[in-house]
């Protein structure tokens, strides 16, 4: 199985296109897309389209994003103990320097400038643990 497509402006379009719809029903929202894509490159009338509307995330930062979040979890879970307070106040502070910076999530979700999101610009966002 070889590479999939690039991403390409007609894929972009159909999400402008939803984006608009959105934007009519609510002119006070600011709405923006999420285009998740096994792609791992875009064409360039496709970046330029979605430059300021769009976040276009590979299917592979997908699940680095859901590997790296369950990872935290699941430290959090074993920290607990007996799930006293104290124990959970530990294992909170103990995660919290496992997640990225604060805003981290709006900054992840927001247009991607035409730049596809992979799963190493997923992974560089959270400290090593």
């Known amino acids: 199985m070889g590479e999939p497509n690039p991403l390409i402006r007609t894929d972009v379009n159909q999400l402008l296109g939803q984006i608009e719809v959105e934007i009519r029903r609510s002119v006070r929202l600011r709405v923006f897309g999420c285009l998740l894509t096994p792609a791992t490159a875009v064409q360039k009338d496709a970046a330029e389209a979605a430059h300021d509307k769009i ?3 590979n299917h592979a930062a997908a699940l680095r994003l859901y590997d790296l979040l369950a990872d935290r979890l699941r430290k959090y879970d ?6 006293n307070a104290e124990a959970r106040g530990k294992a909170r502070e ?4 496992l997640l990225p910076r604060d805003g981290w999530l709006g900054t992840l979700l927001s247009p991607t400038r ?3 999101m992979t799963a190493e610009s997923v992974a560089e966002l959270f400290p090593s643990g």
């Open 55 to 57: 976040a276009l995330i």
């Open 78 to 83: 074993a920290l607990c103990g007996d799930g």
């Open 94 to 97: 103990t995660v919290e320097a």
């Open 114 to 116: 035409g730049n596809l």
